[in-house]
């Protein structure tokens, strides 16, 4: 089976001008995600998981390595596959009904097919009695689901989502995990989802990608072998709470890495700091 998406030897630097400095966020980095999968990447902060996401997208090209979707080179942005970030990124001064048409419009579609395609979608993401709200009426979970309503509208294949749900309170999250999972079964797009939350990880995917600390590398990939029908019976079922544990504990290792790393290079810092203050006390 030809994979959605196939990540080659992903490499990304970020270069600083001013000091001539780069920081390699991604390195070497492969893995493939099937089509109509829930794919989860975690991994400690600074690994790179977004600026993967957006190399996926088409946003951000990499330095050496390549992406192929349906075994088609990605050079640019698609409408094919879209991204909802975790700002939500709704125009504030249109209604909800203008925001999901916002893409259709982008895209040529006539005002009456867009009407009812936005209002099909205000429907499958419960927003019904809601079209004509503007962003600073709703809550943060209803600005959520009118953000993921305006990424499915354009019919994308592939549903990228920047940590959708950082931003809410833990049972407005819990609510629209359940939400994301009713969707996919009523759409059967590809997700792929960055996290720090590994029970939403596990709630959510059939497999998690757990990554490195910086450089971002492919530690593991872990198989979620649950009944995605019954999830939300099985929450903290001794299985789930396996997978959990077993996710926590590979993340902690690479947390704790990064953190030596740091402390390391922070104390290389201070120590060329007092080396140079004391040669310029000897020349004073």
């Known amino acids: 089976m030809i994979p959605k998406i196939k990540v080659e030897n992903l490499t990304k630097k970020f270069e600083f001008k001013r000091d001539k400095t780069y920081i390699e966020v991604l390195q070497d980095i492969s893995f493939s995600i099937n089509s109509n999968e829930i794919f989860s990447i975690i991994g400690p902060s600074g690994c790179g998981k977004t600026t993967l996401l957006y190399i996926i997208s088409g946003f951000i090209k990499p330095d050496t390595g390549k ?17 909802i970030f975790q700002e939500y990124g709704l125009f504030p001064w249109m209604t909800v009904e203008e ?7 982008a895209k040529g579609i006539l005002k009456d097919e867009r009407r009812d395609r936005a209002r099909k979608f205000v429907e499958l ?11 600073h009426e709703l809550s943060g979970g209803m600005k959520q689901r009118v953000g993921i309503a305006r990424a499915l509208a354009i019919d994308p ?3 990228l989502m920047d940590e959708p749900f950082a931003s809410l309170d833990s049972l407005t999250r819990e609510i629209m995990q359940e939400e994301v999972l009713r969707i996919w079964e009523a759409t059967q797009k590809t997700l792929i989802l960055i996290t720090h939350n590994i029970e939403e990880a596990v709630f959510l995917s059939d497999r998690v990608m757990i990554m490195t600390a910086r450089p971002g590398r ?33 993340l902690r290792e690479e947390t704790l890495k990064g953190i030596e790393e740091g402390g390391i290079r922070l104390i290389k810092v201070l120590g060329d700091i007092r080396l140079g203050g004391s040669l310029n006390r000897k020349r004073g």
């Open 218 to 250: 492919k530690k593991e990939i872990v198989s979620v072998d649950l009944p995605r029908s019954h999830r939300q019976e099985i929450k903290r079922d001794i299985r789930s709470l396996k997978l959990t544990n077993y996710i926590s504990q590979s």
């Open 125 to 135: 993401v419960h927003l019904k009695g809601f079209e004509d709200k503007y962003p």
């Open 67 to 83: 992406i192929y979707y349906d075994s088609e080179l990605v050079t640019s942005p698609s409408p094919r596959r879209t991204v």
């Open 157 to 159: 294949e592939v549903v």
């Open 99 to 105: 925001n999901i048409e916002f893409g259709l419009k």
